[in-house]
């Protein structure tokens, strides 16, 4: 009887393959083994990503969204409209979040004249009308008590700052610059000493869009200067000025990223009447919004919020029909995921979500794999939404690509058969912990996955190089005790035996044995049924195999059946598998569907249906035949060289 030997060697084989795709799954468990020389150490490169998101501390299923503007105009200054007409039309549209951000002029409570410097914006703000709210009306929005109690919380010290040829933006901060007073980091750094934060208004206005490198790296040394400059005003107006701010934001981007810096997308009004309001706002993502909780400042410190516009010529996105419609939204998202080096969007009323990486548009869809654009990403991504509402832009992410060398553990090639196998053929135990190395076989280890219906190749291991295979994953090598001879004639007799015991099928005779049309043969879960003979499942029968099925050298395994017949079935559940080193043969109208494993090194002659869904196919030997081989997602495959 070749029980012993046979299966020793099916489980060299079945534990190297099975281990060839586990080394994907597990790269690193060479890590301190010791070895006697009989194997080599292989290295491969394992690719990630350091991600530093800017809603990690963002809670999307509690934290609300706030809509907000930190740039507009009153006749505090140079707009068309009171102080208090102009709060009332952000309150009226739904707005959340207000800085009113008069030129050269501090905004204070909003029940209160706002302070200017002295000169000609002194003069046109003083011989103008510059009505405040009351003090009840004032309480009445922050708190929203005519609005279902959400109130619209004000950022104090809101200011346009004007020195020469550039505005900054500035909040929390009671620095004023004189009108046209000094250069573009006077605001910025004497806003950053008092404790207050900046933002870059309307950039384009002063490049004329050309983004120079000399003008490029004059705001990359700002923002690497001082950190509480938080960003540019990305897109304003009606994107006149901003045509090219987002391409200025990602040449910014490429040189501050690699540094650890982020530099932030904020969306304005930069209104002068209420007749602006509602051309671009930001989202701010927040716990709460009240008065006083620190919360809008912290978000726009982190980057958590996104900005939304009506009109983006460049992105050739154009819904100015809609302004002030909030029944027509802008692309509006509900979440961002990270899991491993996969970022996914869910999000509502857009059309298309691209992924922008160094100013290129290198991917579209809910979810990028940064891994697989590896070869186009530097240190940041980030993505736009568009729909038919306009645009949004979410905060960009830095990335940092980790690589990681990681070992495996292969056998050194044979010299000789009988380096490393027994004279009759058998695996060697070398003596260390179970590992073992088999050079019987010469072939290539290929492990592919499938894509829809593809296959696509991910990993190919060079010719003659032999895995060990280590006790600690479940690979034990063990000898299979000597089974119990079947030789009687009844199906329901042979369930009885499987149930107790394995069973080793020898039924005398050239026609072997057969499971009759209507039966069912069941192999149970950790009983294993060798068949060295033949074993028909005859037409309407069926082997349902949740266990394990050994075809012996010489023995055979057949689903019965004729081209106008009812045919036999041959099921593999999950937990099962056939290990074969003989012949299996599944017939014509035939169907053997695998959910487990099939291990083959010898011939499956396929003219039914050859059926692999959600299990593996292990093949050193031959797949022949003339029908389907239907082969479903998920399903790994080694096939023969």
């Not at 009989?38 to 999307?60: C, F, H, L, M, S």
Request: aromatic content about 10%; charged content about 20%; overall charge negative.
């Amino acid at each position: 009887m070749n029980t012993l030997r046979i299966s020793k060697k099916l489980t060299a084989l079945f534990l190297a393959l099975v281990f060839a795709s586990v080394i994907i799954a597990t790269p690193a468990f060479a890590t301190g083994l010791d070895f006697d020389g009989q194997a080599i150490r292989k290295t491969y490169i394992e690719y990630g990503y350091e991600i530093t998101n800017p809603y990690a501390n963002v809670d999307w299923e509690t934290f609300s969204q706030y809509k907000t503007n930190l740039h507009a105009h009153s006749t505090a200054s140079d707009g068309d409209h009171t102080l208090a007409a102009m709060i009332e039309a952000y309150y009226v549209n739904g707005y959340d979040i207000l800085g009113m951000a008069d030129h050269g002029t501090r905004s204070l409570p909003w029940n209160q004249r706002p302070t200017h410097n002295g000169g000609l914006l002194d003069g046109l703000a003083g011989g103008r009308n510059t009505t405040v709210l009351t003090t009840a009306r004032y309480n009445e929005i922050l708190t929203g008590t005519d609005r279902n109690d959400r109130g619209m919380t004000q950022v104090l010290d809101a200011n346009e700052q004007n020195p020469a040829n550039n505005h900054v933006l500035s909040y929390y901060s009671s620095f004023n610059t004189s009108l046209t007073a000094g250069t573009l980091e006077t605001p910025i750094r004497e806003v950053n000493n008092r404790g207050g934060v900046t933002v870059v208004a309307h950039p384009g206005r002063y490049t004329n869009g050309n983004n120079t490198p000399a003008q490029v790296i004059n705001y990359v040394n700002m923002f690497m200067r001082y950190s509480t400059c938080l960003g540019y005003e990305v897109s304003g107006k009606m994107d006149g000025e901003t045509f090219h701010d987002r391409i200025l934001w990602d040449l910014t981007l490429m040189q501050t990223a690699p540094l650890g810096r982020n530099v932030f997308g904020f969306a304005n009004d930069d209104s002068h009447n209420i007749n602006e309001v509602g051309r671009n706002w930001m989202m701010f993502l927040m716990p709460s919004n009240v008065m006083g909780d620190g919360n809008v400042r912290a978000a726009m410190e982190a980057g958590a919020f996104y900005s939304s516009s009506r009109y983006a010529r460049p992105e050739g996105v154009d819904a100015r029909q809609y302004i002030r419609n909030w029944d027509v939204p802008a692309p509006y998202i509900a979440n961002i995921s990270i899991d491993n080096n996969t970022i996914t969007v869910e999000a509502s009323f857009y059309n298309t979500i691209e992924w922008i990486a160094d100013g290129n548009i290198i991917a579209t869809g809910n979810s990028i794999d940064l891994v697989e654009y590896k070869d186009s990403i530097n240190s940041y991504i980030r993505f736009q939404l568009k729909g038919v509402g306009g645009i949004s832009w979410a905060q960009p992410m830095l990335l940092k690509l980790i690589e990681t060398e990681v070992e495996y553990l292969a056998c050194i090639e044979c010299e000789s058969a009988l380096d490393f196998v027994s004279q009759d053929g058998d695996c060697y135990v070398n003596g260390f912990d179970g590992y073992f190395c088999e050079c019987g076989y010469s072939f290539y280890i290929k492990i592919y996955e499938t894509i829809g219906h593809e296959l696509k190749l991910v990993y190919d291991i060079e010719q003659r190089l032999w895995f060990n295979i280590c006790s600690k994953y479940g690979c034990n090598y063990r000898e299979i005790a000597e089974a119990p001879v079947f030789s009687g004639t009844s199906p329901s007799q042979l369930n009885a035996f499987l149930a107790k015991s394995d069973v080793e099928l020898t039924t005398p005779g050239s026609g072997g044995y057969g499971i009759a049309a209507g039966t069912t043969l069941i192999v149970p879960e950790g009983r294993t049924l060798y068949i060295s003979t033949i074993l028909n499942v005859r037409r309407g029968a069926t082997l349902h195999i949740e266990g394990t099925v050994v075809v012996l050298e010489g023995g055979r395994l057949n689903s019965d059946g004729h081209e106008d017949a009812v045919t036999g079935t041959i099921v593999i559940t999950a937990e099962g598998k056939i290990i074969n080193e003989g012949y299996v043969e599944i017939a014509q109208r035939s169907t053997l569907t695998n959910l487990g494993i099939i291990a083959n090194n010898g011939t499956i002659g396929n003219h039914g249906r050859f059926e692999v869904r959600t299990g593996t196919l292990f093949t050193q030997g031959v797949v022949t035949g003339t029908r389907t081989l239907a082969i479903h997602r998920d399903v790994k495959i080694m096939p023969p060289t």
